[in-house]
């Protein structure tokens, strides 16, 4: 009986979170972080995330995978503390870590009790702050990672994924391997560890998102806590303009029984004014599952395959738009031509004003549950802090949804979707 009261409250509460506007409290330490603030007493538990300017996009050629190592070792021992007691100690106070990493950041998370929270916080405090990079666990790590490279270099997606990043960006960083190659992994050693902990992970360049159980001046502390002590007034190193490389068109051979199929070319980044009318215009073009133009044209018409996507990926330069298929060998240059025929009409022509108001349907009427428990508003919330959204881009994002219309994601498309600038990747072709 008691377990069905909390559960149902629990359901409550995050009902009413969901559909309350969020006070999203935001300040700025006196070393340059970036604190974002939302209190909320309806539980009793304190969600902390941590961002960094660390991706893979600050990692050279000849060490990639550096910055995603450097990444994966804070959580393996710090402060002294080995790997094992460092993982028994938060678990103990019933507190879960976890890190992220991608092209652009370096992340970690924390969930605690909020009766715990001093002891979790300064866990990871110890993680930010004082990695130990012992030399045996880094050893083991990178023979792990080399692992994981050999064996995805035999499945045709992994292939796909590397060749097509390769074929948008070139030399630039956003189209090495976020985790190296074995070449430059064995390069890597405890000092260049060191290094990039020390030139990357920086005040200026930290974002640190806090939710729940914990007032305004608790937070202030915790900020103060996790913020102090990294290098100040330092600069992240600049990351490179994407210049447009020559399209390519790619086949690599493969055993498998499908092809893997990636069509697509860099075109936004960030904060770019376009970006919602891009996002509202794909979910109609192949972002929408089986409601899309793609999804039509290559399921239902022509039967050549089970999916087909399309996204757009901002990064802080321009990160792709990106098409991709999976469909028999023999099939797969006809899946092309669809496509490239359903995209281009979509390009002259917009969307139906029925597909628009299919589109902006879901959007508006499917937020609410995006924002319906402490972790979901965390990973947006954090998104907004890393990449310096406007406070208010939650709060008005169903608004400049509804307001957009089908001429201006006509426009949209036509001034920045440029499909003679798109490259092609397909793993197992005939």
Excluded: C
């Amino acid at each position: 009986m008691h377990i069905k009261i909390i559960i149902i409250s629990i359901l409550l509460f995050l009902s009413n979170f969901a559909n309350a506007a969020l006070n999203i409290q935001h300040w700025k330490s006196n070393n340059g972080a970036r604190i974002y603030f939302i209190e909320n007493h309806d539980l009793p538990i304190v969600d902390i995330n941590v961002d960094f300017r660390a991706g893979s996009v600050m990692d050279t050629k000849e060490k990639s995978g550096l910055a995603s190592l450097t990444n994966h070792m804070m959580v393996l021992g710090s402060g002294g503390i080995n790997e094992e007691d460092l993982a028994n100690q938060f678990i103990d106070l019933g507190a879960q870590l976890n890190s992220s990493f991608d092209q652009d950041k370096s992340g970690f998370s924390l969930r605690t009790l909020s009766e715990k929270k001093s002891e979790a916080i300064d866990l990871l405090t110890l993680v930010l702050h004082k990695p130990n990079f012992d030399s045996h666990i880094i050893k083991r790590e990178k023979k792990r990672y080399i692992a994981s490279i050999t064996q995805s270099e035999t499945m045709p997606e992994a292939i796909a994924s590397k060749a097509f990043m390769k074929a948008l960006y070139g030399e630039h960083p956003y189209g090495l391997p976020s985790s190296g190659e074995v070449k430059s992994l064995k390069k890597i050693n405890k000092k260049d560890l060191q290094d990039f902990y020390k030139n990357n992970y920086l005040s200026s360049e930290l974002s640190v998102v806090i939710v729940g159980d914990i007032s305004r001046a608790e937070a202030e502390d915790l900020a103060y806590k996790i913020s102090i002590g990294f290098p100040e007034n330092k600069r992240a190193k600049v990351i490179p303009l994407v210049n447009y490389n020559k399209p390519q068109d790619i086949k690599i051979s493969h055993p498998s029984k499908q092809a893997h199929l990636y069509y697509g070319a860099p075109i936004i980044k960030r904060g770019d004014p376009d970006f919602l009318t891009l996002y509202l215009g794909n979910y109609i073009l192949g972002g929408g599952g089986f409601v899309s133009r793609l999804t039509q044209e290559i399921r239902e018409d022509r039967g050549l395959a089970y999916s087909v996507y399309s996204y757009f990926m901002p990064y802080i330069e321009a990160g792709p738009f990106q098409i991709g298929i999976q469909t028999k060998k023999d099939q797969v240059n006809e899946a092309k031509k669809i496509i490239q025929k359903t995209v281009s009409e979509f390009i002259k022509n917009g969307p139906s004003s029925n597909e628009l108001k299919r589109a902006k349907d879901f959007m508006i009427g499917g937020f609410p549950l995006r924002l319906d428990s402490n972790k979901s508003i965390l990973e947006y919330v954090s998104m907004m802090a890393f990449y310096k959204y406007p406070i208010d881009y939650l709060e008005t994002f169903t608004n400049r949804i509804d307001k957009i219309t089908a001429e201006e994601i006509k426009a949209a498309f036509q001034s920045r979707v440029d499909m003679s600038k798109f490259s092609t990747v397909i793993v197992g072709s005939e």
